[in-house]
Nanobody, 116 residues
Framework: QVQLVESGGGLVQPGGSLRLSCAAS????????MGWYRQAPGKERELVASIGHPGGSTNYADSVKGRFTISRDNAKNTVYLQMNSLKPEDTSVYYCNIVPGILGSWGQGTQVTVSS
């Protein structure tokens, strides 16, 4: 069955960096546009970055443009999110899934907390 396992979150100071990973299985990863979403407490889940196939064209939410970079390794069925210049407002649980919509169910996500 479809599995999406996010990792790499943690506590980081403002201005710091983190690299998130999402390992996918149970579907043909290379056939799908993949995205990173985030959801903060009391807020709706939002798409922050997506990466196409096979050319890997990328799109970003305005709030993260220039700071976050999404990439994928189709050989490893993994999508990454490099997050630089982190701000307190980036604090959220981060999830990966296909774009648009979802495949299977949401994974457990990985918590990113940006605080001094």
């Amino acid at each position: 069955q479809v599995q999406l396992v996010e990792s790499g979150g943690g506590l980081v100071q403002p201005g710091g960096s983190l690299r998130l990973s999402c390992a996918a299985s149970g579907f043909t990863f290379s056939n799908y546009v993949m995205g990173w979403y985030r959801q903060a407490p009391g807020k709706e889940r939002e798409l922050v970055a997506s990466i196409g196939h096979p050319g890997g064209s990328t799109n970003y939410a305005d709030s993260v443009k220039g700071r976050f970079t999404i990439s994928r390794d189709n050989a490893k069925n993994t999508v990454y999110l490099q997050m630089n210049s982190l701000k307190p407002e980036d604090t959220s649980v981060y999830y990966c899934n296909i774009v648009p919509g979802i495949l299977g169910s949401w994974g457990q996500g990985t918590q990113v907390t940006v605080s001094s």
